[in-house]
């Protein structure tokens, strides 16, 4: 993922600045509304304040690193996963979450 980021908008520092906002963004915002989804709204309100305060997602949404991605797509793919889980047809949801895994692992 980080290599298509470079590859598509070149690697100055705007770049490499809003490429790590946006993943930490994106994890944020998956964070908080699967939280919604199995504990509620507001324990979504908590997750999502908790997360975007700690010193760690901060940190590594001002600096490009394989982390946030990494964090990003593992997360997806729980959530993907656990929604096949809960579909009648569960081989489109299995499918994506696969995918998610190895963009995570890329």
Same mark, same amino acid.
């Given at each position: 993922p980080l290599a #298509?980021? +470079?590859a598509l908008f070149g690697d100055t520092?705007?770049?490499?600045?809003?490429a790590a906002l946006a993943w930490g963004l994106a994890l944020l915002a998956l964070l908080v509304a699967l939280t919604a989804r199995f504990a509620g709204a507001r324990e979504a309100a908590? #997750?999502? +304040?908790?997360?975007?305060?700690?010193?760690?997602l901060v940190v590594s949404a001002s600096t490009l690193n394989v982390d946030l991605p990494e964090a990003l797509f593992a997360l997806a793919s729980?959530?993907?996963f656990v929604a096949a889980t809960q579909r009648p047809a569960p081989a489109p949801w299995l499918l994506l979450a696969g995918l998610a895994v190895g963009l995570?692992?890329?």
């Open positions: #298509a980021v +470079l520092p705007a770049t490499l600045g809003g908590w #997750a999502g +304040l908790l997360a975007a305060t700690s010193p760690l729980l959530g993907l995570a692992v890329l």
